[in-house]
């Protein structure tokens, strides 16, 4: 009898620490990568239909390469996007981009937005297409740590 | 009596410059003014540049300095309300170009130098080691060996 009590005790406790780490976890990270690539997906959708998914090799290509302005992504974020950026011109340290490396990436609509209007303006001249985000953050996940 | 009177003039002009270097302490900043103004560079203090210099700043974000640095009006707006409770007022830190580089304001020209061609100021940790927190005191000024002020 004693021991089935103390196993439902046990079970509760389990329930409510879940529930704690649960409202911590959403606290801390408003969206998850997933909820990005979906969003992007269904913006691809709009305009092809036929879309058959992201790539990390396209994502990785767009990631690496100029795009007919000075800079590239990796300019800053290194050709290793699990490791740690630098700055071109000021030299400030930039935490790694992939969230493989750095779990706070990509969890927060706000700050992904800010940076993809910025950073796609300073390296394509324009806005990013959905189609070039989801590819790249595609290859952001793709990475070994 | 000269040698006097030039020892208590030394030890007062000495113990003043003591005194103002110890207060060059501008931090801790906003939270949200290190997020949106210091991931790219230091947050500057605000302190430092007058309301208009700042003014300038905010109002051409999308260009700045060869970047787009640009802020959503939500974001934008406590930020201006931060840098104008916090700007400096004296005339030295007013803007002097167009783009109202805080570097080119006659204070910091007057402090630093120019900085020496194909070089940038922007980074402040270069000299001032703990400038990401706001400390510019001269306890935390380490100048490096080859350092030479331009004019």
Request: proline share 6%.
């Amino acid at each position: 009898m004693a021991k089935i009590k103390f196993g439902i005790r046990g079970h509760g406790l389990g329930v409510v620490a879940a529930w704690v780490l649960g409202f911590f976890s959403s606290v801390g990270y408003a969206e998850t990568p997933q909820n990005f690539l979906d969003t992007y997906a269904r913006e691809v959708r709009v305009e092809n239909p036929n879309f058959k998914g992201f790539s990390a090799s396209a994502g990785a290509a767009f990631y690496k390469n100029t795009h007919g302005a000075e800079w590239r992504c990796a300019s800053c974020h290194t050709d290793s996007p699990t490791s740690l950026g630098e700055h071109v011109v000021t030299h400030k340290q930039i935490q790694p981009l992939s969230p493989v490396a750095n779990p706070a990436r990509f969890t927060d609509a706000t700050k992904v937005n800010k940076w993809f209007k910025r950073n796609c303006n300073d390296v394509v001249q324009r806005e990013c297409t959905a189609e070039e985000k989801g590819n790249v953050l595609t290859y952001l996940l793709s990475v070994k740590p | 009596m000269n040698l006097t009177r030039a020892l208590i003039v030394s030890l007062v002009c000495h113990g003043a410059s003591l005194a103002y270097a110890d207060n060059q302490s501008y931090g801790p900043y906003s939270k949200s003014y290190v997020e949106d103004c210091g991931s790219c560079h230091v947050p500057y203090p605000p302190q430092r540049m007058t309301q208009q210099g700042w003014e300038t700043q905010m109002g051409n974000l999308s260009q700045h300095y060869g970047t787009d640095a640009s802020l959503d009006a939500a974001a934008a707006k406590p930020i201006m309300a931060y840098l104008t409770a916090n700007a400096g007022i004296k005339p030295k830190l007013a803007p002097t170009g167009p783009t109202a580089r805080l570097t080119e304001t006659r204070w910091f020209v007057g402090e630093h130098g120019k900085a020496p061609a194909g070089k940038s100021f922007s980074d402040c940790t270069q000299c001032h080691k703990e400038a990401a927190q706001g400390d510019f005191s001269e306890r935390r000024l380490q100048i490096p060996a080859n350092w030479r002020m331009g004019r």
